[in-house]
């Protein structure tokens, strides 16, 4: 079961640092990066 899970968790770091690459490549990195800032707008923050 834990074997599953590495394999299922190195195939979507590998998916995901392919296509920042590739994004980086083509120089639409920028709005993969805004898309990013607008979902974790939702998220909630703690400024001490």
Known sequence: MMDIKW?????RMGVWLAL????G???V????DYS????ERNSITLNC
Do not use: Q
């Not at 990013?36 to 979902?39: C, D, R």
């Open 25 to 27: 490549y083509i120089g």
């Open 20 to 23: 920042e690459v590739f994004f």
């Open 7 to 11: 394999k299922k968790l190195v195939f």
């Open 36 to 39: 990013e800032f607008i979902f």
């Open 29 to 32: 990195d920028t709005i993969a």
